[in-house]
């Protein structure tokens, strides 16, 4: 145990400068960087999607710009590029990467974050766990994980990076982690911002229904207790606007819903009796 507590120490001094937080609007999470050019792999639902600006905090509370690029919103994995020009030529401290193609339960980690948010008098704080299950899209762990730390990262005992928090269980101790490897199967399509797949359990959903074949996006139905009611949308309400995107039918309505994540606070711009209203949803999950 000694031994275990002595490269805990060593894994959590070069993990510190390597995990950083990620803050996109009001949302908060983790990510760490991985190469000297500022790559940043995190979780799909903390990047949210494609394109939008993101705050990086490094452990010593430097801020730094970064944007979004793709998303495999199928394993929850998401990678963020620190924006150039901000290191004055330097490298950004980054992780080693491991593979986890031969994970086998029982096999201690060390996982960092900020969990309940970022603290710079505190950093980010490592735990030590085992890993319990080991499967194709997932690694399940008993590391003490909570809100905040999704997106941070997962080393093996050597202090490669094995895996990134996905899903917080219920139980602190009983946690999903995407396996690092996905990120290299699929870091083309990633580094391209493309974002494809849905996470079961977070299918985004706005609540209303309409007439695909109509040629605006009419509100034909706000179904009770959704978020579309939440926000005030209203029947025969005609949305143009949802977020960044211009909405010409209802087609392109749901598109724009798909395309974000459960949490997202948008805003959205409709035609009522001749008028333009703005509401803010904020998008909820499928049960």
Same mark, same amino acid.
């Given at each position: 145990?000694?031994?275990?507590?002595?490269?805990? !120490?060593?894994?959590?001094?070069?993990?510190?400068?390597?995990?950083?937080?990620?803050?996109?609007?009001?949302?908060?999470?983790?990510?760490?960087?991985?190469?000297?050019?500022?790559?940043?792999?995190? *979780?799909?639902?903390?990047?949210? @999607?494609? #394109?939008? &600006? $993101?705050?990086?905090?490094?452990? /010593?509370?430097?801020?730094?710009? $970064?944007?979004?690029?793709?998303?495999?919103?199928?394993?929850?994995?998401?990678?963020?590029?620190?924006?150039?020009?901000?290191?004055? %030529?330097?490298?950004?401290?980054?992780?080693?990467?491991?593979?986890?193609?031969?994970?086998?339960? %029982?096999?201690?980690?060390? *996982?960092?974050?900020? +969990?309940?948010?970022?603290?710079?008098? @505190?950093?980010?704080?490592?735990?030590? %766990?085992?890993?319990?299950?080991?499967? +194709? =899209?997932?690694?399940?762990?008993?590391?003490?994980?909570?809100?905040?730390?999704?997106?941070?990262?997962?080393? =093996?005992?050597?202090? @490669?990076?094995?895996?990134?928090?996905?899903?917080?269980?219920?139980?602190?101790?009983?946690?999903?982690?995407?396996?690092?490897?996905?990120?290299?199967? &699929?870091?083309?399509?990633?580094?391209?911002?493309?974002?494809?797949?849905?996470?079961?359990?977070?299918?985004?959903?706005?609540?209303?229904?309409?007439? !695909?074949?109509?040629?605006?996006? @009419?509100?034909?139905?706000?179904?009770?207790?959704?978020?579309?009611?939440?926000?005030?949308?209203?029947?025969?309400?005609?949305?143009?606007?949802? #977020?960044?995107?211009?909405?010409? =039918?209802?087609? &392109?309505?749901?598109? $724009?819903?798909?395309?974000?994540? +459960? %949490?997202?606070?948008?805003?959205?711009?409709? /035609?009522?009796?001749?008028?333009?209203?703005?509401?803010?949803?904020?998008?909820?999950?499928?049960?």
């Amino acid at each position: 145990m000694r031994l275990l507590e002595k490269q805990q !120490q060593q894994v959590s001094r070069l993990a510190r400068d390597c995990t950083v937080s990620v803050q996109i609007g009001a949302a908060q999470g983790c990510g760490v960087i991985i190469t000297d050019t500022g790559y940043i792999l995190t *979780a799909a639902h903390v990047a949210m @999607r494609p #394109g939008k &600006s $993101a705050v990086i905090r490094m452990s /010593n509370g430097r801020t730094v710009m $970064a944007t979004t690029l793709g998303m495999n919103r199928s394993v929850d994995a998401g990678l963020i590029k620190i924006n150039d020009g901000q290191n004055e %030529g330097q490298p950004w401290p980054h992780a080693t990467l491991g593979t986890s193609d031969k994970l086998v339960p %029982g096999m201690w980690c060390i *996982a960092t974050g900020h +969990p309940g948010g970022y603290d710079r008098d @505190r950093g980010p704080v490592t735990r030590v %766990g085992r890993i319990l299950t080991v499967r +194709p =899209d997932a690694i399940v762990t008993d590391c003490a994980l909570i809100g905040g730390d999704s997106g941070g990262p997962l080393f =093996d005992i050597e202090g @490669r990076l094995i895996a990134v928090h996905s899903r917080i269980g219920n139980d602190v101790a009983d946690n999903l982690h995407i396996p690092v490897d996905h990120y290299d199967i &699929s870091w083309k399509r990633l580094a391209a911002s493309e974002a494809w797949g849905v996470l079961p359990g977070f299918r985004p959903v706005l609540g209303v229904s309409g007439n !695909q074949s109509e040629s605006v996006a @009419r509100v034909r139905e706000v179904k009770k207790g959704s978020p579309a009611e939440d926000a005030g949308l209203l029947v025969d309400d005609i949305v143009e606007r949802f #977020g960044d995107v211009k909405v010409s =039918d209802f087609g &392109s309505l749901i598109k $724009a819903v798909a395309d974000t994540m +459960p %949490g997202e606070r948008v805003e959205v711009w409709v /035609n009522r009796n001749n008028q333009r209203v703005r509401v803010v949803v904020e998008i909820g999950r499928e049960d």
